[in-house]
């Protein structure tokens, strides 16, 4: 099974931070050779900087961004959306290109989020939507998971 994966969640160092969230299980499921990974990072794609400003969809989550009716802000207000669209443009074409049957992403991302994301007050607060990578790949077809949901749900 060839899976878009979450750089981050591999190890690699490309969160805004400068940091990464490896998922120990996910990395197993790698080494055991049960899924062929293509690390993707959307905001690294789009030409944005590691380490960046914090981000978050303001005025609803990746679908709305899509369709022009939220942005992706950082905290002082500079408005990043241009770059976010284009970075999921590139997983796109880089999912297309390899025939991907899975995207397997990071939760609360406003690129990579998989059914939350932060709720855009820049406080930590949560709330259900997706970030902008994985709408667009789920209104192209691709079937979109948390890792979490891949870890212990439908693989």
């Known amino acids: 099974m060839i899976a878009i994966v979450s750089a981050c969640l591999l190890g690699i160092n490309c969160r805004y931070d400068g940091g990464n969230v490896a998922n120990k299980g996910l990395i197993e499921v790698v080494k055991a050779g049960k899924i062929v ?3 993707v990072c ?3 794609l789009s030409g944005l900087p590691t380490p960046r400003k914090t981000c ?3 005025g609803g989550d990746g679908f709305d961004v899509l369709n022009g009716k939220a942005r992706v802000l950082t905290k002082d207000g500079e408005d990043l959306t241009e770059k976010f669209v284009r970075g999921a443009n590139e997983v796109l074409k880089i999912a297309r290109l390899v025939k991907a049957d899975i995207a397997i992403m990071k939760n609360y991302s406003p690129s990579c989020g998989c059914g939350f994301i ?3 007050s820049f406080s930590g607060k949560k709330r ?3 970030g ?3 709408a667009l790949l789920m ?3 691709f079937k979109v998971i948390s890792v979490e949901e891949f870890l212990h ?3």
Do not use: A, L
């Open 118 to 120: 932060y709720d855009g």
């Open 56 to 58: 978050e969809i303001i």
């Open 37 to 39: 990974p293509i690390p």
């Open 132 to 134: 902008v990578t994985s």
């Open 42 to 44: 959307p905001e690294q």
């Open 139 to 141: 209104q192209n077809g």
């Open 128 to 130: 259900e939507g997706f």
């Open 153 to 155: 749900g439908n693989r």
